[in-house]
Nanobody
Framework: QVQLVESGGGLVQAGGSLRLSCAAS????????MGWFRQAPGKEREFVAA????????YYADSVKGRFTISRDNAKKMVYLQMNSMKPEETAVYYC?????????????????WGQGIQVTVSS
C-alpha cells in the first residue's frame, strides 16, 4: 500500500516555474515506478511524465519535453516535477501516481495508487 500527497501547487505566471512534490508513505516506495498526470477542466486526465523505480529512466509527454523534469529521492520517499516555461493551457489539477510495474508508463491504467491532486494555475 502506498499513500501519496502532492504539494507545491499554486498560481504562476506564464513563462514561470513551479516545482511539485509528492510525498509517499509505505515500505515499498522504491519498488514503484512513479508518474505525474494532469487533468484540466472538461478534459480527460493526461500523462505528463514518468520515472522508473531507480530513477535511471524517465519518459515525458511531447508537450512538456525539454521544459519539465521528473526526479525522485527513494531515501526520502519523494517524487518531484520541476515545471519551467509554463503555459496557460497547462492549468490543471496535477496528480502523482505509483505503478507497481517498476518502469515508466504513460498509461494511467497501469498505476495502482493516486494522490488527491493539486491545483496548478498558469496565468496569461
Amino acid at each position: 500500500q502506498v499513500q501519496l500527497v502532492e504539494s507545491g501547487g499554486g498560481l504562476v505566471q506564464a513563462g514561470g516555474s513551479l516545482r511539485l512534490s509528492c510525498a509517499a508513505s509505505g515500505h515499498t516506495f522504491s519498488r514503484y515506478g512513479m508518474g505525474w498526470f494532469r487533468q484540466a477542466p472538461g478534459k480527460e486526465r493526461e500523462f505528463v511524465a514518468a520515472i522508473n523505480w531507480t530513477g535511471g529512466n524517465t519518459y515525458y509527454a511531447d508537450s512538456v519535453k525539454g521544459r519539465f523534469t521528473i526526479s525522485r529521492d527513494n531515501a526520502k520517499k519523494m517524487v518531484y516535477l520541476q515545471m519551467n516555461s509554463m503555459k496557460p493551457e497547462e492549468t490543471a489539477v496535477y496528480y502523482c501516481a505509483a505503478d507497481r510495474t517498476l518502469g515508466v508508463s504513460s498509461d494511467s491504467t497501469t498505476y495502482d495508487y493516486w494522490g488527491q491532486g493539486i491545483q496548478v494555475t498558469v496565468s496569461s
